[in-house]
């Protein structure tokens, strides 16, 4: 069964760093284009990077030069590393293939997400 499972999150201080991990199960991970996302308190789910299967990244302007996102297809997982951290990036934060999120027996899926904090 499709399954994507977030990790890395934590607390960090302003300034500091962290680097999440998605690792996916039964969706094809190397044909797929692949996104991070932030939640943040009180907000809509958005889009902050994004990897095509073949590498080609793109970012967010909030996160851009303060993040990387890479991919291990051997791993079936895709990365997001992120400096410099602003009280802005807290969210919960999920990734997805892209364009299209997964969808199980015809429902939108994501995962449980990991959780960013970052404390001024």
């Known amino acids: 069964q499709a399954q994507l499972v977030e990790s890395g999150g934590g607390l960090v201080q302003v300034g500091g760093s962290l680097r999440l991990a998605c690792r996916g199960a039964?969706?094809?991970?190397?044909?797929?284009?692949m996104g991070w996302y932030r939640q943040a308190p009180g907000k809509q789910r958005e889009l902050v990077a994004s990897?095509?299967?073949?590498?080609?990244?793109n970012y967010v302007d909030s996160v851009k030069d303060r993040s990387i996102i890479s991919r291990d297809n051997a791993e079936n997982t895709v990365y997001l590393q992120m400096f410099s951290l602003k009280p802005e990036d807290t969210g919960v934060y999920y990734c997805?293939?892209?364009?299209?999120?997964?969808?199980?027996?015809?429902?939108?899926?994501w995962g449980q997400g990991t959780q960013v904090t970052v404390s001024s």
């Open positions: 997805n293939t892209r364009p299209s999120t997964l969808r199980i027996n015809g429902r939108e899926y």
């Open positions: 990897i095509t299967s073949i590498g080609t990244t």
């Open positions: 039964g969706i094809g991970f190397r044909g797929n284009d």
